[in-house]
């Protein structure tokens, strides 16, 4: 599959690709391999995201609740059944896909930012669950300790660690991308250019939204569930509205509609947050702010959205097909 | 952008191969890295930032300062360092500090951290990275029970020793009704526990306890429900810190409490509190401290020192800080390594009298530090002779009965 997209694509997606694994793999050389991790895990968290808000036209303001409920969940899993963590991933990203499918039925009706603000909603109504419910979340103290057992492999080393969770979230990259890339995208990017249009189709389309939703909670749920158990952790922090308004800011730094633009912004957040925090610079909030509106005011497409667009607009004429997977008007009517 | 990327991609490989030379040390070596790494790990933008925060890092290079001038050429490591990091209260962010710290940072302790689930957090890394923890900054009993470990100690105070200070000495003063408020997360909840229970056991009731949203500023429907509340309580305990503390207390102030018969009582009360408020909002308030910079001639010396350095004195916090480093400095000195397990067994069951901890001994079966701690009372302005001389000590009470009797049997190190 990969291969015939490749072809059809030429050399550059070739070559993307491949510096793009190869960025993956030699990350936990180059910086600090936790951080690499966190910014795996936040790559494939903007991913969902973004599979919502570039693809569908929805903008989620509640995705805390699935990557943080999921990080509970796997956490419980890892802590009460000793299971190795990829069956504890994997149950955290089921929970979440079964957690997002009544928010979602509820949500999908609405649009805009009534839909922002109903999502929004439902995580604080998870958030504060967490909170309360102490007996299985921890409270505040959240969960601690989740093991990182893998068939007695040691996996203590965050080095290594980051190896054995690359793969969840490549996976997860990849079934975004096959999403975005199948029929059910394209519907999905006719629902956010023209729900009207697309009715009169006949598709259903609050059912395609719900799809959508259900599966970009399901990606949410894995980055959440990697991130956990790298961490060892899962708090409130995770399920709180900032942490949904960091991966929104993570795609439109990145470019709304790229998919890949998402890492871009993830890497920069991460490292940035890292590199100010390490030198001892407390109000974080000032530059993360500065480089948004800076983005913002001046590549309205995101970092890898405007570097496409040069790209798409100095080659000659693209394939038909890449015209239809990357709308120029993407950007322009995200919500 | 092609051509960025592969310059970047070969910059990144020099990097890579830049770092890879210098691989961890040996294993043998007395002194890991070559040199001590001490690392303070607090708030430093929140609500705590003023009861320890940056200034506690002043008290730990204190710390270190005193014992190189101390031994001299004869210390066991001839470089030591004082790294520090703002965990901002939150424990992912502890968690990811403290591993870092650890790390790339090199440090060999890491000192203070207060908010207890920021603690917790700590002292599991501490106990996965067999690194040694000594937490001063956070209050739960949990850390020398449930949460311990081998590599983790507890200095300066705790929730039993805050309630059993206050609860019971202000029940046996005749406040035998009380009222307690207390913010709704664990550490409320935890002082409220505790605080129920010293107060039982000192003979007193509590008519009611009520938990308040956290952060909050507006107290006002739990104020003024304390002097209707059937019996009257003749204090409030008010299990707030920080910034709700400071709320609090000015709006009972604003309801004229005191003079309608209802007292305070503060749970965890900072000098830096009072210095904000003003000592007359707080004045004939109790509560109980570990330490006071001007309770004696030893405490006053250090916190001229201190003021000095940074002109303002010094909380309880800070004092325990730079005990706690000059201690870890002092075991790593005995055992002449820096190794985890070896300063462990310095520390364990040691006595110690500095002008911090007096009478004091790191309990070897919880990790507890065991001093002597303050029952004290605010003092009006008109009797503030100086500047945050805001404070009077009404009793010492000594170390055997200050903390938990008992190591609690949930831990095992």
């Given at each position: 599959m990969i291969l015939t997209r490749l072809a059809r694509s030429g050399r550059g997606g070739w070559l993307l690709l491949v510096a793009g694994l190869v960025a993956a793999f030699a990350l936990p050389w180059l910086i600090y391999p936790p951080v690499a991790l966190d910014i795996a895990c936040w790559a494939l968290f903007a991913a969902s995201v973004d599979l919502l808000l570039g693809f569908t036209g929805l903008?989620?303001?509640?995705?805390a609740a699935f990557w943080g409920g999921s990080a509970y969940c796997t956490g419980l899993i890892a802590l009460h059944t000793g299971m190795p963590f990829p069956v504890a991933i994997a149950g955290g990203a089921v929970f979440t896909a079964l957690l997002a499918l009544p928010i979602g039925f509820?949500?999908?009706?609405?649009?805009?930012?009534?839909?922002?603000?109903?999502?929004?909603?439902?995580?604080?109504?998870?958030?504060?669950?967490?909170?309360?419910?102490?007996?299985?979340?921890?409270?505040?103290?959240?969960?601690?300790?989740?093991?990182?057992?893998?068939?007695?492999?040691?996996?203590?080393?965050s080095f290594f660690f980051y190896y054995a969770g690359l793969p969840f979230v490549l996976a997860g990259l990849f079934a975004a991308w096959r999403i975005v890339r199948s029929p059910f995208g394209r519907v999905l990017v006719s629902i956010r250019a023209n729900p009207d249009r697309a009715r009169a189709l006949g598709?259903?389309?609050?059912?395609?939204?719900?799809?959508?939703?259900?599966?970009?909670?399901?990606?949410?749920?894995?980055?959440?569930?990697?991130?956990?158990?790298?961490?060892?952790?899962?708090?409130?922090e995770g399920v709180y509205w900032t942490t949904s308004g960091q991966a929104v800011m993570m795609v439109i730094l990145g470019g709304i509609g790229t998919l890949w633009g998402g890492?871009?912004?993830?890497?920069?957040?991460?490292?940035?947050?890292?590199?100010?925090?390490?030198?001892?610079?407390?109000?974080?909030?000032?530059?993360?702010?500065?480089?948004?509106?800076?983005?913002?005011l001046l590549f309205r497409r995101g970092i890898w959205g405007t570097a496409r667009h040069l790209l798409i607009t100095r080659r000659t004429p693209a394939t038909p097909a890449d015209v239809a997977a990357e709308p120029k008007k993407s950007v322009d009517t995200p919500v | 952008m092609r051509v960025t990327g592969w310059g970047g991609c070969l910059a990144a490989t020099g990097l890579l191969l830049a770092g890879c030379g210098g691989g961890p040390g040996g294993g043998d070596e007395k002194i890991s890295d070559g040199k001590v790494v001490l690392a303070v790990l607090n708030d430093q933008s929140g609500i705590y930032a003023d009861t320890s925060g940056r200034q506690t890092i002043e008290a730990v290079k204190m710390a270190v300062t005193d014992f190189q001038a101390k031994y001299g050429d004869k210390a066991a490591s001839k470089t030591i360092e004082v790294k520090d990091a703002d965990h901002q209260n939150k424990p992912e962010i502890a968690n990811s500090k403290a591993q870092e710290l650890y790390d790339r940072q090199q440090a060999d302790v890491i000192l203070d951290v207060p908010t207890s689930?920021?603690?917790?957090?700590?002292?599991?890394?501490?106990?996965n990275k067999k690194k040694v923890f000594i937490d001063v900054g956070a209050a739960s009993t949990e850390l020398e029970g449930k949460q311990c470990n081998k590599y983790t100690f507890h200095y300066g105070y705790n929730s039993y020793m805050l309630a059993h200070g206050t609860g019971a000495e202000v029940t046996k003063d005749g406040s035998k009704n009380w009222y307690i408020v207390y913010p709704d997360?664990?550490?409320?909840?935890?002082?409220?526990?505790?605080?129920?229970?010293?107060?039982?056991?000192?003979?007193?009731?509590?008519?009611?306890?009520?938990?308040?949203?956290?952060?909050?500023?507006?107290?006002?429907?739990?104020?003024?429900?304390?002097p209707n509340l059937d019996p009257k309580p003749q204090v409030i305990g008010t299990m707030q810190a920080g910034g709700d503390l400071v709320n609090l207390v000015k709006q009972y102030n604003e309801y004229k409490l005191r003079d309608k018969g209802v007292g305070l009582a503060v749970g965890l009360l900072a000098l830096s509190d009072i210095h904000s408020l003003g000592s007359d909002a707080l004045a004939g308030t109790r509560y109980t401290d570990m330490w006071y910079w001007n309770a004696d001639e030893k405490s006053r010396a250090w916190a001229d020192k201190f003021?000095?350095?940074?002109?303002?004195?010094?909380?309880?916090?800070?004092?325990?800080?730079?005990?706690?480093?000059?201690?870890?400095?002092?075991?790593v000195q005995r055992g002449g390594t820096d190794n985890s397990d070896e300063v462990v067994k310095q520390l364990e069951g040691h006595k110690i009298e500095d002008m911090f901890a007096r009478n004091a001994t790191i309990r070897a079966q919880d990790h507890l530090l065991l001093h002597d701690a303050y029952l004290s009372e605010v003092k009006p302005s008109?009797?503030?002779?100086?500047?945050?001389?805001?404070?009077?000590?009404?009793?010492t009470i000594p170390a055997s009965e200050a903390f938990q009797p008992r190591p609690d049997p949930a831990c095992r190190l």
């Open positions: 903008l989620s303001f509640g995705h509820l949500s999908v009706r609405l649009s805009g930012i009534y839909f922002a603000m109903v999502t929004l909603a439902f995580a604080q109504m998870i958030y504060f669950v967490a909170n309360q419910w102490r007996d299985v979340t921890g409270g505040e103290n959240g969960l601690q300790g989740i093991p990182r057992e893998l068939f007695g492999l040691d996996l203590s080393d598709y259903p389309v609050d059912r395609y939204k719900l799809q959508a939703f259900v599966l970009s909670a399901a990606l949410a749920g894995t980055a959440g569930g990697v991130f956990s158990v790298g961490h060892g952790f899962a708090s409130l890492a871009i912004g993830a890497a920069l957040i991460v490292q940035l947050q890292d590199f100010l925090a390490t030198a001892g610079f407390a109000e974080t909030g000032i530059i993360t702010g500065t480089i948004f509106i800076v983005v913002v | 689930s920021a603690a917790f957090a700590v002292a599991t890394i501490a106990k997360y664990a550490f409320g909840q935890d002082m409220q526990k505790t605080f129920s229970a010293a107060i039982k056991e000192a003979g007193g009731t509590v008519v009611a306890s009520d938990p308040t949203p956290f952060p909050n500023d507006n107290f006002s429907t739990f104020l003024l429900k304390a003021h000095a350095k940074t002109g303002k004195r010094p909380t309880a916090n800070m004092a325990a800080n730079y005990s706690a480093a000059l201690q870890y400095l002092e075991a008109s009797e503030v002779k100086e500047p945050y001389d805001y404070v009077k000590v009404l009793k």
